[in-house]
């Protein structure tokens, strides 16, 4: 049985789908949720002059981002709460498969449970590679990809 669970939630729909899932599977309830949420910094190129402006611009929107995902972590947060499971949500900044792959290490995660986008082009999960892809193969513990309802076009 499950008994620490790692959710990936930003607020859209497919992580809005790994909630349910979450809530829909028959955990103890001495299980803990961890519920994470991450910002990534963008990609920025400083450039001469224009890097001290190029810096303030990439904190301030660092800064406006965080505030959102917070928001969105405290809803995720109530929903799950309100199912009966602890929660301890948790929000970081980096890239998210790296940040999956080091709590789930560091807090020795038996699930991990991300949503899944069937509408991305095919070409962009080909190009890009998807987050639940690159996890199978960084992850030591389960993973559970919770896929949005609508069908594949």
Known sequence: ?????????????????????????????????????????????????????AVMSVEEGLVAERE??????????AMLSGSGLAVIPRLEVGEPVNVIEQMANDL????????????KPLTLRWWRG???TLLIEKLR???LVASDATPAA
Request: charged residues 15%; aromatic residues 4%; negative net charge.
């Open 130 to 132: 998807s987050t639940d």
């Open 1 to 53: 049985m499950y008994q620490n669970i790692l959710v990936a939630y930003n607020g859209s729909p497919e992580s809005q789908a790994a909630l349910r899932e979450c809530a829909r599977l028959s955990l103890p309830t001495s299980a803990t949720v961890h519920l994470l949420a991450v910002v990534s910094p963008p990609p920025y190129l400083l450039v001469g002059e224009f890097a001290a402006a």
């Open 108 to 119: 020795k995660i038996d699930l991990v449970i991300v949503g899944h986008s069937r509408h």
């Open 68 to 77: 959102k995902m917070s928001k969105e972590l405290d809803a995720g947060a």
């Open 141 to 143: 513990c389960s993973l």
